[in-house]
C-alpha cells in the first residue's frame, strides 16, 4: 500500500505564538500514526516561489494522512498556525 503525506509550505508570521502550534500539534500528529520526516531545517528553493518553511509527515497511507489532517483535534490546533503564519497544505499518495 501507498504511503500517505501531509507536505506544507509555510511562512510564520508570529515566531512566539507559532511555538504554541510546534508543541500542541506534534503530539496529536504522531498519535495519528505521523513521523516528521522534514520540520524546517535549511532548504534552497531552486525553482519557483516558495514560503520559508517546509515541513514532511508521512502516514502508514493517504487515508490516514487524510483522516490526521481532519481529525478535530488537529484542526482546532491548526487555528493556532492559521492566525500565525501564511501556509499551503498538500495532501499526497506515495509512490507504491
Known sequence: MAKGYIIAHIT???PEEYKEY???DTPI???LGGR???RGGQSETL???SLSRHVLIEFDS?????KAYHD???QAVAEIRRRNADSVI?????AA
Do not use: C, S
Open 12 to 14: 510564520v508570521r508570529n
Open 62 to 66: 493517504y487515508e490516514l494522512a487524510q
Open 72 to 74: 478535530p483535534d488537529y
Open 47 to 49: 525553482e519557483g516561489e
Open 22 to 24: 510546534v508543541e500542541k
Open 29 to 31: 500528529l504522531k498519535g
Open 90 to 94: 498538500i495532501l499526497v499518495e506515495g
Open 36 to 38: 516528521f520526516v522534514i
